[in-house]
C-alpha cells in the first residue's frame, strides 16, 4: 500500500521506518528543508537503537523516501498519518495542535480518490472530529474517512515495540478505513494482526489513560521508596513483592528520580485540561503530576543530605537523558537536579554516552566530560541519574581512586549497597538504607576517611 507519513520526528521516522519495512510504499513529509536533506544522505536526526539501519535498507529498496512537498504522496496515498507534534501549549497545559490543523488543510487540498487519514499524533480527545470538519470545510468533495490509531513506542525500543505490539488501536467506525489499516497492520501476524478497533473518540482516551496509568504506577512506588526509607524496608523487595501479583505486575515499579520524557509529562496534563474542560476532576492524575514535580526537585536535596554542604564541592552526574538509549532530554530529571545542585554552590560535572549534544541546551553551565572516569576524578560526589547499560558495569575500585570522596547517591539503585559499603563507599539509594565505608562507621554514623585530592579540579 502507498503511505504518506506527514512529520518526520520521532514517531513518524520510526513508524514510516517501519511500515517500509513491512514492504509499503512509504514518503515521509516535513517542512524541515535541512532535516529532509540529511534523511537523504541518511544522517538520522534522533538517537534509537537500529533506526539507522533501517532507514537506509528500505531507502536502498526504493521503498521509503522524503520530501518537503506533501502534494504527490498524499494525491497518491491509500493512507496519509499525521504525526506532527503536540507540545504541552505554554501556560495552560492543553496539547497544541496547531500543527495538526495546518496539516489537515494541507492534506484536504491534496487529496484525491478515497484516502484514510489517520492521527498518529497523541491528541485530545475529538481532535479526530475537528480534523474531520477541516478537510471537509477545505475540500467538499474530498472522500475520506479520518481515524485515530495512537502510538504505544518507548524510546530506545520503539522498532521491536512497532513490529511486536501488545496491541494496535484502531479508532473508526467507518468499513472502508477499517479494512485499509487492517491491510496495512496485516504484515505483523500470520492469522491476525493484534488489532483492537473502537470508536475513534476511544481510541484517542486510550492513549492518554494508558499513560496516565503508567505514570501513577511510577509515582505510587516512589511514595513507597520514601516510606521505605523512614522505616527501613528495601523498596526493590517490596516492589517485586507486589508485582509478582498477576494483578499488579511488575513493570512500571521501578522506583527513582521521578517520570520525564516526551510523553508521559505532556499526555497527564493534557488529560487533567480534557477533564476540566468536560467538567470532570480527575484527582489522581493531578497528584501525580504534583507529586513528580515535587519529587524531582527534592533530588538535589537528597544530594546535599549526602554530602552535607555543597558549596565550593565538584559533583560527577553520570546520565542526563530522561532514560537509557535515547538522546532525548525533554522533562529529564537530570535538569532540577542538576539546577539545584549549581543553585547549592556545587560545581557539576557530567557524562551521559549519547545525550550531551541535547543536554548543553538545557544545561549550558557545567561541564562535559568524555567517559565515566574523567567525570568522577577529583569529585566529592557521584549522582547517577540514568541508568545506561554503561554504568551498570564500572569498574568501582578506580572510580574510588579517582574521586577526592567516596560517595556516591544512585538515583536507579543500580548496585547493591553491602557491595558498595564493602569496597568503600557511602552509598545512598532510592528506598533503601544508607551503607557506609565498612570500618568507617563512628557512633552509628559514617565518618569518610580523609583523602588526599589526586586531581585538580
Known amino acids: 500500500m502507498r503511505i504518506a507519513m506527514i512529520g518526520t520526528g520521532y514517531v513518524g521516522l520510526v513508524s514510516g521506518a517501519c511500515f517500509a519495512d513491512f514492504g509499503h510504499q512509504v514518503t515521509c513529509v516535513d517542512k524541515d528543508a535541512g532535516k529532509i536533506e540529511a534523511l537523504r544522505r541518511g544522517e538520522i536526526p534522533i538517537f534509537e537503537p537500529g533506526l539507522d539501519a533501517l532507514v537506509a535498507s528500505n531507502v536502498k529498496a526504493r521503498r521509503l523516501?522524503?520530501?518537503?512537498?506533501?502534494?504527490?504522496?498524499v494525491a497518491e496515498a491509500d493512507a496519509v498519518f499525521i504525526a506532527v507534534g503536540t507540545p504541552s501549549r505554554r501556560g495552560d497545559g492543553h496539547a497544541d495542535l496547531s500543527h495538526v490543523h495546518a496539516a489537515a488543510r494541507e492534506i484536504a487540498a491534496a487529496l484525491t480518490g478515497f484516502t484514510?487519514?489517520?492521527?498518529?499524533?497523541?491528541?485530545?480527545?475529538?481532535?479526530?472530529?475537528?480534523?474531520?470538519?477541516?478537510?471537509?470545510?477545505?475540500?467538499?468533495?474530498?472522500?475520506?474517512?479520518?481515524?485515530?490509531?495512537?502510538?504505544?513506542?518507548?524510546?530506545?525500543?520503539?522498532?521491536?515495540?512497532?513490529?511486536?505490539?501488545?496491541?494496535?488501536?484502531?479508532?473508526?467506525?467507518?468499513?472502508?478505513?477499517?479494512?485499509?489499516l487492517g491491510d496495512i497492520?496485516?504484515?505483523?501476524?500470520?492469522?491476525?494482526?493484534?488489532?483492537?478497533?473502537?470508536?475513534?473518540?476511544?481510541?484517542?482516551?486510550?492513549?492518554?489513560?494508558?499513560?496516565?496509568?503508567?505514570?501513577?504506577?511510577?509515582?505510587?512506588?516512589?511514595e513507597i521508596a520514601d516510606l521505605s526509607e523512614k522505616v527501613g524496608a528495601d523498596v526493590q523487595e517490596v516492589a517485586r513483592g507486589i508485582g509478582l501479583d498477576n494483578r499488579i505486575g511488575s513493570k512500571f515499579l521501578h522506583a527513582g528520580p521521578g517520570f520525564g520524557g516526551s510523553c508521559f509529562p505532556?499526555?497527564?496534563?493534557?488529560?487533567?485540561?480534557?477533564?476540566?474542560?468536560?467538567?470532570?476532576?480527575?484527582?489522581?492524575?493531578?497528584?501525580?503530576?504534583?507529586?513528580?514535580?515535587?519529587?524531582?526537585?527534592?533530588?538535589a536535596r537528597k544530594v546535599l543530605n549526602v554530602v552535607g554542604g555543597l558549596r565550593?564541592?565538584?559533583?560527577?552526574?553520570?546520565?542526563?537523558?530522561?532514560?537509557?538509549?535515547?538522546d532525548d532530554m525533554?522533562?529529564?530529571?537530570?535538569?532540577?537536579?542538576?539546577?539545584?545542585?549549581?543553585?547549592?554552590g556545587a560545581k557539576v560535572r557530567a557524562h551521559d554516552p549519547v545525550g550531551m549534544e541535547q543536554a548543553r541546551k538545557e544545561l549550558p553551565d557545567i561541564e562535559y566530560c568524555k567517559d565515566p572516569y574523567a567525570?568522577?576524578?577529583?569529585?566529592?560526589?557521584?549522582?547517577?541519574?540514568?541508568?545506561?547499560?554503561?554504568?551498570?558495569?564500572?569498574?568501582?575500585?578506580?572510580?574510588?581512586?579517582?574521586?577526592?570522596?567516596?560517595?556516591?547517591?544512585?538515583?536507579?539503585?543500580?548496585?547493591?549497597?553491602?557491595?558498595?559499603?564493602?569496597?568503600?563507599?557511602?552509598?545512598?539509594?532510592?528506598?533503601?538504607?544508607?551503607?557506609?565505608?565498612?570500618?568507617?562507621?563512628?557512633?552509628?554514623?559514617?565518618?569518610?576517611?580523609?583523602?588526599?585530592?589526586?586531581?585538580?579540579?
Open 65 to 73: 523516501d522524503f520530501t518537503t512537498d506533501l502534494t504527490a504522496p
Open 116 to 180: 484514510v487519514v489517520v492521527t498518529k499524533s497523541t491528541v485530545p480527545v475529538g481532535t479526530g472530529d475537528e480534523v474531520e470538519r477541516l478537510i471537509s470545510e477545505a475540500n467538499p468533495s474530498a472522500d475520506v474517512v479520518v481515524a485515530s490509531n495512537p502510538e504505544f513506542l518507548r524510546e530506545g525500543a520503539a522498532i521491536r515495540d512497532f513490529k511486536f505490539p501488545d496491541r494496535i488501536v484502531v479508532g473508526t467506525s467507518d468499513e472502508r478505513g477499517r479494512k485499509v
Open 185 to 222: 497492520y496485516r504484515p505483523l501476524s500470520l492469522n491476525q494482526a493484534p488489532v483492537m478497533f473502537t470508536a475513534r473518540r476511544t481510541a484517542e482516551l486510550i492513549k492518554y489513560a494508558a499513560n496516565a496509568f503508567l505514570a501513577t504506577k511510577i509515582t505510587f512506588i516512589n
Open 266 to 299: 505532556k499526555d497527564t496534563r493534557a488529560l487533567v485540561k480534557i477533564a476540566q474542560d468536560h467538567d470532570v476532576q480527575l484527582r489522581i492524575v493531578e497528584a501525580v503530576l504534583g507529586v513528580n514535580d515535587i519529587r524531582k526537585r527534592a533530588m
Open 312 to 326: 565550593g564541592k565538584t559533583v560527577a552526574v553520570l546520565g542526563l537523558t530522561f532514560k537509557p538509549d535515547t
Open 330 to 344: 525533554r522533562e529529564a530529571p537530570s535538569i532540577p537536579l542538576v539546577i539545584g545542585l549549581l543553585d547549592m
Open 375 to 457: 567525570c568522577v576524578r577529583g569529585a566529592d560526589a557521584l549522582v547517577i541519574i540514568t541508568e545506561w547499560a554503561q554504568f551498570r558495569a564500572l569498574d568501582l575500585k578506580r572510580l574510588k581512586r579517582e574521586m577526592a570522596q567516596p560517595v556516591i547517591v544512585d538515583l536507579r539503585n543500580i548496585y547493591r549497597p553491602d557491595d558498595m559499603a564493602a569496597l568503600g563507599f557511602l552509598y545512598e539509594s532510592i528506598g533503601r538504607r544508607r551503607t557506609s565505608p565498612i570500618n568507617l562507621v563512628e557512633g552509628g554514623r559514617a565518618k569518610l576517611a580523609p583523602q588526599v585530592r589526586r586531581h585538580s579540579v
